[in-house]
T-cell receptor, first 115, second 114 residues
Framework: AQTVTQSQPEMSVQEAETVTLSCTYD???????LFWYKQPPSRQMILVIR??????QNATENRFSVNFQKAAKSFSLKISDSQLGDAAMYFC????????????FGAGTRLTVKP | DTAVSQTPKYLVTQMGNDKSIKCEQN?????MYWYKQDSKKFLKIMFS???????INETVPNRFSPKSPDKAHLNLHINSLELGDSAVYFC?????????????FGPGTRLLVL
């Protein structure tokens, strides 16, 4: 079974600084998809960024980028120029390309942004 | 316009009651899901529906039953509620079943069983 591990329950960053959230996963599959979701206090789950495992290039969405290391099964999220609105729970998620009805989430990392 | 909506937003009820949570998506998606987020924030998939067919059913109690009157709706019915059912329930949808399709989540329904 695929598992997703987020080893940092909590992280904090100074406004305008950069922070990296860690995520590792365990799988024997070669094709899959990885996601980062943000959950602010409103509880809404919002997609931040996604990565296809077959793509070597790291995904980027404005201030958000990932460091995808397929061999190491690592998928970290980097937030640049942190803003107060970035404060939220961040969830890493894995979805198989073979058993595509299953999606697994990590336990989450709570990010605090200090003004 | 809300893409995925859920009602109610909050639900407080007594043990043993039967309750339903409604979900609607206006994205034209073929696949819808229900997730449960427990008190430790752990998010786990419960069901998904594709074109009115149940295609995944995690090991949830049979007290939980999804019902889809059409592909835009996936309602969650819960019978004989228990204390352990207290959680936040999220509905989500995606264009189709393929793994690369992004899932769009509703705002969540916080269920508290007393």
């Amino acid at each position: 079974a695929q598992t997703v591990t987020q080893s940092q329950p909590e992280m904090s960053v100074q406004e305008a600084e950069t922070v990296t959230l860690s995520c590792t996963y365990d799988t024997s599959e070669s094709d899959y998809y990885l996601f980062w979701y943000k959950q602010p206090p409103s509880r809404q789950m919002i997609l931040v960024i996604r990565q296809e495992a077959y793509k070597q290039q790291n995904a980027t969405e404005n201030r958000f980028s990932v460091n995808f290391q397929k061999a190491a099964k690592s998928f970290s999220l980097k937030i640049s120029d942190s803003q107060l609105g970035d404060a939220a729970m961040y969830f890493c998620a894995y979805r198989s390309a073979y058993n595509n009805n299953d999606m697994r989430f990590g336990a989450g990392t709570r990010l605090t942004v200090k003004p | 316009d809300t893409a995925v909506s859920q009602t109610p937003k909050y639900l407080v009820t007594q043990m043993g009651n039967d309750k339903s949570i409604k979900c609607e998506q206006n994205l034209g998606h073929d696949t819808m899901y229900w997730y449960k987020q427990d008190s430790k924030k752990f998010l786990k998939i419960m069901f998904s529906y594709n074109n009115k067919e149940l295609i995944i059913n995690e090991t949830v109690p049979n007290r939980f039953s999804p019902k889809s009157p059409d592909k835009a709706h996936l309602n969650l019915h819960i019978n004989s509620l228990e204390l352990g059912d207290s959680a936040v329930y999220f509905c989500a949808s995606s264009q189709d079943r393929s793994g690369g399709k992004t899932q769009y989540f509703g705002p969540g329904t916080r269920l508290l069983v007393l």
